[in-house]
C-alpha cells in the first residue's frame, strides 16, 4: 500500500512568557493509503497540534513529515498551501460554512482556490451534494438546514477536490447520537467504497469504534497504536 503520511521522530515545541513547551515529543507513525485512523486522548495530549501538522497548518520544530511523498518540511507557505488544497479534505466539528452562500457555493469552495472555472465549480458541487443526499437543497443557505445537514455538506466540501486523505476534527462534536451515527456510517462508505483515507480526531470511544485503527497519545506520545477492536478497552 502506498503512504500517504510518514512521520519520523516529530517534534512541536511553543514559546511562552513562561518558557518553552513540548507539545510533541518525537512521534513516529506512517499511516497507508485506505486506512481509516481514529485519534483519541486527553486533552492536552498533542493530538490537535498533531492534527494541525498533518493538515499543513503548522510546521514541526523537527523531524519529517512525508505527504503523498512530499517532504513538507522543505515546502514553502504557498507550496504547502497547493500541496494541502490538492491532497486533503478537511472536516470540523463547527462545520465551517459561509452563512450568506447557497450550499452549492460553499461545496465548491476549494474548486475556487484550485483555479477552476465556474461551469464545472457548479456541476461538481452538484454531484457532490447529491452523494450525501443533499441535492435538493443547493440553493439553500446553511442556516435553513439542520446540523447533520451541514456537517454532509462540509464532508461534501472536503470531497469536491477528490482528495486522498480526509482530517475530521471531532466531526460528530456538535450533533445528537442519531446524527452522529449517520455521519460515522457515512465516514466509513467512504473509506470501504472510494477508498479515502480518513484520520479522525474523537474523544467518544463509540466514535472512534468506527475507524479500524485506534492511536492513542499521552503528553506528547504515541502510546498506544493497532487495531480499534483490541485497544478498546485499554483506552477506555
Known amino acids: 500500500m502506498n503512504e500517504v503520511i510518514k512521520i519520523s521522530h516529530l517534534t512541536k515545541n ?18 497507508t493509503s485506505g486506512e481509516f485512523v481514529a485519534i483519541m486522548g486527553p486533552s492536552g495530549s498533542g493530538k490537535s497540534t498533531f492534527m494541525n501538522i498533518l493538515g499543513c497548518l503548522d510546521k514541526a520544530t523537527s523531524g519529517e513529515y512525508l505527504l503523498n511523498s512530499n517532504n513538507t518540511t522543505a515546502l514553502s507557505k504557498n507550496d504547502l498551501a497547493t500541496l494541502r488544497n490538492n491532497i486533503i479534505g478537511f472536516v470540523f466539528q463547527g462545520f465551517n460554512l459561509l452563512p450568506r452562500k447557497s450550499l452549492i457555493d460553499n461545496v ?17 458541487a452538484k454531484q457532490i451534494l447529491k452523494s450525501v443526499g443533499l441535492e435538493a437543497f443547493g440553493t439553500y443557505l446553511p442556516t435553513h438546514i439542520s446540523g447533520g445537514q451541514q456537517q454532509r455538506v462540509a464532508i461534501a466540501r472536503a470531497l469536491v477536490n477528490k482528495p ?27 473509506n470501504e467504497k472510494e477508498g479515502i ?7 467518544e470511544p463509540d466514535i472512534a469504534a468506527y475507524a479500524k485503527r485506534l ?11 493497532g487495531p480499534t477492536e483490541r485497544m478498546m478497552e485499554r483506552v477506555q
Open 197 to 203: 483515507t480518513i484520520v479522525l480526531v474523537t474523544h
Open 108 to 124: 465548491a469552495l476549494p474548486l475556487v482556490y484550485a483555479g477552476v472555472d465556474s461551469h464545472e465549480r457548479k456541476e461538481r
Open 164 to 190: 486522498k486523505l480526509i482530517l475530521a476534527d471531532e466531526p460528530t462534536g456538535n450533533l445528537d447520537t442519531k446524527t452522529s451515527q449517520e455521519i460515522m456510517q457515512l465516514f466509513s462508505e467512504l
Open 215 to 225: 492511536v492513542n497519545f499521552v503528553d506528547g506520545k504515541i502510546q498506544h497504536d
Open 14 to 31: 511553543y514559546y511562552t512568557a513562561a518558557g518553552e513547551v513540548c507539545v510533541l515529543k518525537g512521534v513516529d507513525i506512517t499511516i
